[in-house]
């Protein structure tokens, strides 16, 4: 009996047309668990880097992690893995709601999806009956629309449906995957596919999962929903209010922008508008909201309300959840919120990221006005700041003209476009459009999460450990006194000390050793929450959760039977996280990728910089260019993966290749 997971996965053949039940190796559950990990590995082992983010040979990969559809709250993350086509390494996205949970119900851990229909196709999963059925009715329909629409072709009210709107169909590398309550929408996985030609994934399971030992994780499960009740009764004091409780910043439930508005940058990423929050804005800004928010809303099985359903008049209801609500507002320099609203429906129709699509946009006006793109690449289009972006979006989901260009990404739009464009495709790490957000002092957490993190998700930069010091010592006491989720005291000490200004102060403070043993535990959890299932706002992403690295072990062994402890867990992360790494190294990646936009920090101190990414490479056991040594693989278990490295000539001597040679557009 296997417990947690199903121990099979669906291995469909889009080609061919064929549908495979296939038993799992449980020795890759004990090397990997599950979810990420798993993941990784599948596309490890069966695809050679060479291969083109849209081959037929990539398979497409929805997992769900190790607990999901357990009773553990928040356990419903479904991880969908390929090759990005816009960075062209290995591109993980992730969605909660309820999908994973419902593919677990259905007797799976994952569905592979390989090869191309020849027809645009949708999957129905129903428990053992799984059947490819034709999609070509849904041609060009919404993301939102499709759901419904397979629903009631189905007569199954209660199937869990994800779906590509225009966007997935048209191969836009921001298209995203939308499934009711969630999306996955970082790394262009929607364009993956729509490549495969499969519109959507229906999936309905009444099975049970199983558990090692029933009790003992009901009661872990219980601790949780009593920690989550005491979080939301007790915000942690002295932070920014979107800092204070658990959930992704809950952006549906505040309606004060402050902060955003007036520290993101508006436009192309570039403009900082200081002043802009009045009462007046705050007053309207908040009867918008509030009149077109029906009601707050939660993934499978979780006690927070992160996402809203969304109604505005004339236009159909839609979920919203997080930044999304500004993003186009303020990259359109529009400051009337109800059109980010509008907009926001159309482009999660379309199926569209809601954090790279607008910065395309912005970036397309910005080379307009510069005169580098002209009237011509804009026939037609309105003047109006609002008219401009719904013409635009339009034309980029259907590849027309320019939007056919933009479609690619501000970075591949640049190389296009030529004529200086590369200087205004600015705000870029690994080819992939980041947080509109320029600060002023680099943080070196945060500069290590963001230059090195292989998942190109605004949560990844954020961890456990505060952004900020507190200001006075009585606000840091009371931080750390019911501090229980560190790993180790000294966390307490490093938060103790860390002054605002002074020599304990940004950028020199925390020191390089001391940012990378931070950067080390914040990485840790994201990669054991992706690899378990457990939503980040539950987890790796907030400050104080109910989930943490002295409770997980306990779950992973009562739900699994696994004795699991937390060097047996952080060695399962240390895996995963190499491995990872090395499929990206395969892929070209190296040190000078890792990099945040020049303008991102107002202060830049290139040695400090040189010096946390030295140290952070050792501290990995990497070498100098970031690739993992034999040594390192060798002590995680993956003799194959250095072998495959040293074949290709990545590693020699045991070292990764020392040469610091720009690889930004292999393979
Ligand atoms: S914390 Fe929010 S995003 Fe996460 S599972 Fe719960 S409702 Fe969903």
Request: aromatic share 10%.
């Amino acid at each position: 009996m296997r417990y947690a997971e199903t121990g099979f996965n669906l291995e469909i053949d889009l080609a061919r047309g064929s549908i495979e039940r296939v038993a799992t190796d449980p020795r890759l559950t004990e090397l990997h668990l599950g979810g990420l990990g798993t993941n990784a590995r599948t596309l490890w082992d069966r695809v050679s880097p060479e291969t083109d983010p849209f081959s037929p040979d990539i398979p497409l990969i929805f997992g769900a992690g190790l607990l999901g559809g357990t009773p553990a709250p928040g356990a419903n993350r479904t991880i969908i893995t390929a090759y990005s086509p816009q960075t062209l390494l290995m591109g993980y996205s992730l969605m909660g709601g309820f999908l994973a949970p419902e593919l677990k119900h259905a007797g799976y851990d994952k569905v592979i999806l390989r090869g191309k229909s020849p027809n645009l196709v949708y999957l129905w999963i129903h428990n053992d009956k799984v059947e490819i059925r034709d999609a070509s009715h849904l041609k060009g329909k919404g993301a939102v629309e499709t759901q419904e629409l397979i629903r009631q072709e189905l007569k199954e009210a209660n199937a869990q449906v994800a779906a590509i709107g225009l966007a997935g169909e048209n191969r836009v590398y921001t298209a995203s995957i939308e499934q009711g309550r969630s999306s996955a929408s970082r790394l262009g996985i929607g364009a993956v596919m729509g490549d495969k030609g499969v519109k959507a994934i229906a999936v309905r399971g009444t099975k049970d999962v199983h558990l090692a030992r029933p009790a003992e994780f009901y009661e872990l499960c219980n601790d949780v929903l009593k920690y989550i009740k005491f979080r939301n009764e007790n915000p942690v004091p002295n932070v920014m209010t979107i800092l204070q409780g658990l959930g992704s910043p809950q952006e549906m439930l505040h309606v004060d922008e402050k902060w955003h508005t007036e520290n993101f940058m508006w436009g192309n990423s570039r403009v900082r508008r200081k002043d802009f929050w009045n009462k007046e804005i705050e007053e309207k800004w908040k009867s918008v909201q509030l009149n077109v928010r029906k009601r707050l809303i939660s993934c499978y099985n979780c006690p927070m309300k992160c996402g809203a359903i969304i109604s505005v008049p004339g236009i159909s209801t839609y979920m919203m959840k997080c930044f999304s609500k500004l993003t186009y507002t303020m990259a359109a320099f529009v400051e009337d919120l109800d059109f980010g609203f509008r907009i926001a429906q159309r482009a999660t129709e379309y199926g569209v990221d809601g954090f790279s699509t607008p910065q395309m946009m912005a970036f397309a006006f910005e080379l307009k006005d510069a005169g580098i793109l002209t009237d011509a690449d804009f026939e037609g289009c309105p003047s109006d700041n609002e008219g401009k972006f719904y013409w635009l979006l339009d034309r980029i989901v259907r590849r027309e003209g320019i939007g056919d260009v933009l479609a690619d990404g501000t970075y591949w739009a640049a190389q296009k476009i030529g004529k200086g464009a590369e200087a205004y495709a600015h705000n870029n790490i690994k080819k992939h459009e980041q947080l509109p957000l320029k600060l002023g002092m680099l943080n070196p957490v945060y500069f290590l999460m963001y230059s090195t993190g292989e998942k190109i998700n605004i949560t990844q930069i954020e961890g456990q450990f505060p952004q900020a010091p507190f200001a006075t010592m009585a606000e840091r006491e009371e931080f750390v006194r019911d501090w229980i989720q560190v790993p180790d005291e000294k966390f307490k000490q490093i938060v103790l000390d860390w002054e605002p200004r002074g020599e304990r102060s940004n950028p020199y403070y925390p020191t390089v050793d001391m940012s990378v043993d931070i950067v080390d535990w914040q990485e840790k959890m994201h990669y054991i929450d992706d690899t378990l299932g457990v939503c980040a706002g539950l987890s790796s992403f907030p400050l104080k959760p109910p989930y943490h690295i002295h409770n997980y072990p306990r779950f992973v062994s009562a739900a699994t039977g696994i004795d699991m402890d937390e060097a047996g867990l952080t060695q399962v992360y240390n895996r995963s996280r190499n491995l990872i790494r090395a499929i990206n190294v395969r892929r070209g990646l190296r040190r000078a990728d890792e990099k945040p936009p020049e303008d991102h920090w107002k202060k830049r101190f290139p040695e400090l910089e040189a010096k946390l990414l030295d140290a952070y490479y050792k501290f990995r056991g990497w070498n100098n260019e970031g690739i993992p040594t034999k040594e390192t693989l060798h002590e995680l278990g993956m003799d194959d993966v250095a072998k495959d490295l040293e074949q290709r000539g990545i590693i020699k001597n045991g070292q990764g290749e020392e040469e610091n040679q720009n690889h930004q557009d292999r393979p």
